[in-house]
């Protein structure tokens, strides 16, 4: 492992004044004892059946949403657990799990989770700058009462709310890994420590082996067993989840929105995979850029719960562009689910 020299202690300090620990007592206890009510609920159900809900977006036109947002984390619900267990056997030192990203993302829900389930230490290091690729300004108060700090503090993570991701990556780096003797710049991970992959997407491709076999047991019995070439619009951040998709139904089109940076190995699987379509700069998928993220959410809102900024990006082409019959993979929400079909 490579990384920075922040391992003396000004730079330490200079990381921890830019971040903040989050107690219990900076959230709304009314949404956290909702949280704790649907986990002690629905806890232990990681790989349920894919609820998929039709939106009638015109008389030409139904969209079949496939709804994750009833999953604790998100579509990485079905596959977190599985993943660190099977890390956790080969390392069966490690005490705690850590994942450093962005407050709105649920990498770091999906990392939490699995390390309650799996009764092992859970530390998250988290910037307050979004997730996306068009900055949206949040209050602290908004920040700390999201659904996704919420849940991490119902998942007893302990969390770091750092003002910019450099801050929260190097002070995760600070606290869980150690420069190897007589090797200058070369880290190692201090014992009893585990950092978990961007997105829980690992080089090897576990991630993607054990999310695909998921999603294609979860789609058993819905009416995806009837689509021989079904088609998804998605956006995509390290494209774990799309990577799976695709494993999932090989004869599949995937439609992906790229946010946040894009990674060349990400770049290189869109283009060597065949049935993916990039919507970033595409001029067969041109759309209105002046379409703010507000103007989205609110005409998105009309038919279905998703993750505001991110997720539901992927509206404005489905609207435009989408088929009858096609379906939008919704990985998250901003709000709990208000109805458990499970």
Known sequence: MKTKDIKNTNDIN???ET????????????????????????GNNINPKLYISPINISNEKIINVVQESILISGSKTRVAYLLLKRILEKNPE??????????????AVATA???????????????RVPMSSK?????????????????????NAKVHLCNDYRSAR????????????????????????????????????????????????????????NYKNPSFWLVAGTAGI?????????????????????????????????????LNGNPDY????????????????LYYNSTSGYDDRIWKYVKKFAKNGDFIWNVAADNFPNLIPF
């Open 14 to 16: 200079e990381n921890l």
């Open 19 to 42: 971040c903040e620990i989050i107690h219990k007592k900076n959230i709304n206890i009314e949404y956290l004892n909702f949280f704790n009510k649907y986990l002690n609920l629905y």
């Open 94 to 107: 490690i005490k705690t799990f850590t994942y450093c990203g962005t407050y709105n993302g649920f990498g």
């Open 113 to 127: 989770y699995a390390s309650y389930l799996l009764n092992k230490n859970c530390e998250v290091f988290l910037s």
């Open 135 to 155: 900055y949206v300004s949040k209050t602290n108060e908004e920040i700390l009462n999201c659904r996704q700090i919420i849940s991490l503090i119902g998942l």
């Open 170 to 225: 190097d002070l995760q780096y600070s606290l869980s890994t150690k420069e190897i003797p007589g090797k200058k710049d070369e880290w190692e991970l201090i014992n009893g420590y585990y950092n978990v992959d961007l997105g829980l997407l690992d080089k090897k491709g576990i991630m993607v082996n054990i999310l695909s076999n998921q999603i294609k047991k979860a789609s058993k019995k819905t009416i995806l067993e």
């Open 242 to 278: 799309a990577r799976s998709i695709k494993k999932a139904f090989p004869d599949a089109t995937l439609y992906l929105l790229f946010v946040g940076k894009y990674e060349p190995d990400t770049i290189l699987w869109t283009r060597q995979t065949k049935g993916i379509i990039v």
């Open 286 to 301: 041109p759309i209105n850029k002046d379409i703010s993220n507000e103007n989205i959410k609110s005409n998105r809102e």
